[in-house]
Structures are given as C-alpha cells and as structure tokens.
C-alpha cells in the first residue's frame, strides 16, 4: 500500500518528468523523494498543496490516498491480518447494511475502502472510539447488551441520515398540549405513518419510522438535533397499541428531558415515571378507574373519551384484568 507515492510515479513516467527534477521542484531532497513515491513516509499538508499546484492533481485526492495507506498500515499493526480485519468488519453488520441500502461500499473488495466507508457512515474517527462514544452519547436499557447495543447504534445512524433532510416547524415546548390533543383525535382513526409524520413535523418533531437491523430488540429512541427534538421508531411494532404506547415514551422523554436529550440518545429506558406518563396519555388514570367501576359499559366510556378499544383492551391484558388468551382481547387487536 504506498499511498500517492504508486500514483506519483505514473504520473512523471506519463509526464516523461525525473523524480530529480521534480524534487528540485517541490524543494525537497532526492532521497525524501524516493521515500514519497515508495510509500515510506507520510505527506504534510505543504507538500500535498504543493505536489497539487504542481501536478494540477486535486489535493483532495492525494489526501485521501495518503489517508488510504495509513488507514491500511493501521488496520494491519492493529488486526495483524486480513481475516482478523474481515471479521472486526463483519461484527459491524457490513452485508445486511448493504443489502438493507444503509451504506454503499465504493470498493466492497478492499478490507482498507470498506473500514473507511464504515467509519464515514458510523461519523466516528476511528473503530476504538465506538464503546467510548456509546457510553458517553447514549442511554441504553440496564438489560441490554453490547452487540444489541452496536445494533442500535448503527440503526440510529442510518435514521439519523434520513432526519437531516427532513424540514420541520421550529419547536416551541408550549405547544406539546396541543399535539397531544391533536394525537387524541388522529388515533381513533385508521393508523397511517404519513399523517402521524406530518402532525408531528407541524409541531417541530421528526419522526422516522426504519426497519432496525435483524435481531435487534430496538423500539424506538429519542434525541435533540440543532434544537429538534427526534423521534426514532422500529416497524418492529405490529400494533397499533404498542405503537402508540411507545410514541407516546418518547413525547414524554420531549417534555421532561428536552435539556438531556441534547447530549444523550435516550433509548427504550428503563423509567417508571415516563411509563406512568405514557399510560396516562393513552387512557387518562381516572378515565382508566372509571372504566374499571363499570366495567360492563367499557367499550362506551372509552369510545366517549377518544381511546381506541385495542389500547383499552390491551391494558386490561397488560394489568391481568383480562387474558391475552381471551377472545375479546384477540377480537379487539388493531394491526398496522
């Protein structure tokens, strides 16, 4: 791997120019030359502006070879060989990122091009820097392991290359009632992805709705982007109740940690109270009670206070009030 120094050298042999001569030129010695084109040293940013003006040879391309071989000594001293490469690449879900149309690998031959692109799609300097960064950005459920978690992560990424493109109304905290209002009426109406997306962006929230990596037990996550607040959800939820439930997680997340989301993803956390907050805005705790005191009349109390019957029934199951066995659970079961 010798960088720019194999492209130099077939541009002077091309150019019939003498590496003395151009030596001479860039102001450098004969033998400092021969370790440029023999790759045995690394460019400065002078030279490479330098062997650019010279050679009219972009110096974004000579960077970026010169980065290309230091990239491959690293990954060698590092890994030692080329399977051990291989197989760091591999626990990164390379293939089913590609076949899901996550990344693009501009050279899926080269073990060097493939750790590049991955580091490009991942935003993160280099491969030791994941755990770290995993730690310090992101809150993970306390049951969660590593390699769900390195799932995750690589979810959020590619959701979070679909939210930057997306436009949204700027967000004003005093106007959350209001959507939770608005989501009272959408809700009894036939779920629709598009509809939700475009009530929340009304409200200055982005909603991205992603397949997540296979196996990944990922439901949804939130987070601040330049003052946004972000919401990430998995077509992992089949249902409309589940569905709901956890939007509803992360809207509480907005009203409580707006602050914290700005340097944490939060996801899926382990928090009595937001689950408490959740529940409440799927059925209201004295609507709920109501219900309960007059449980023959259920399905009239919940219709009246705009609760979808699937989140009722769903409760009732979730609280051991029914069985999920029973057939007026399954016979009130809303799928998306």
Known sequence: MYGFGSMLKDYLEYNKISQTDFADRLG?????????????????????????????????????????????????????????????????????????????????????????????????????????????????????????????????????????????????????????????????????????????????????????????????????MNHTPVIYMTTYLKEKSSFYYTLYHEIMHIKKDYNKLKNKTIIDEDENEIDILALNEMINEKVYNQILNDFDNKDKIAKENNIPLCFLYSRLAKESKIKYTSKEYRNHIEKI
Do not use: P
Request: proline residues 0%; contains cysteine; positive net charge.
């Open 28 to 224: 450098i010695t004969q033998k400092h030359m021969n370790e440029i084109i023999n790759g045995k040293t690394n460019l400065s940013i002078d030279l490479i502006l330098g062997i650019s003006l010279l050679t009219d040879i972009d110096a974004n391309l000579i960077y970026y070879a010169e980065n290309k071989k230091k990239t491959y000594e690293y990954l060698i001293n590092k890994y030692k060989d080329e399977k051990s490469i291989n197989n760091m690449l591999n626990s990164y879900y390379l293939k089913d990122m590609v076949k899901m149309n996550w990344i693009k690998l501009k050279d899926s031959s080269s073990f060097t091009q493939n750790y590049m692109d991955l580091l490009e799609y991942m935003n993160i300097k280099n491969i030791d820097m994941v755990d770290n960064y995993l730690s310090n950005r992101f809150l993970f459920k306390k049951s969660s392991n590593e390699v769900d978690n390195k799932k995750i992560f690589l979810w959020i990424k590619h959701c979070d290359t679909i939210a930057k493109n997306i436009e949204v109304s700027d967000y004003n905290s005093n106007r959350l009632n209001d959507l939770l209002l608005e989501l009272k009426t959408e809700r009894m109406k036939k779920f629709s992805k598009n509809k939700l997306t475009e009530i929340l962006k009304k409200y200055g929230i982005i909603l991205v709705i992603e397949d997540a990596l296979k196996g990944s037990k990922i439901r949804g996550c939130v987070k601040v």
